[in-house]
């Protein structure tokens, strides 16, 4: 019985690399892939892995700009004068500054 192994190469030390020892299971353009190294399961993994680092940079942009918005806004008021507004005049107020 012929088994063909993965055709991937991995390093395990530093003076070179060996192909994986796992047994192929999935034939991409003649070439056979284990389950790890499956180069369409690779895609889908990275794709998925970049997606939820975009949605986590996204979400700390949109906090990054919004308190340098907050900044820019409020660097001329006294912290009297944001006090006295509270959260509510505070959020009008920048509101108002950013659609100027």
Known sequence: ??????????????????????KGTVEVNGKWYCWQHDPERVKREDKKRYQEWKDKNDASNAVWHRRTLEREVCQDVSTEEIEKLGAGGLLRMLLYEYRR
């Open 1 to 22: 019985m012929n088994v063909e192994r993965c055709c991937k190469q991995v390093f395990r030390t530093g003076w070179g690399g060996n192909n994986c020892t796992r």
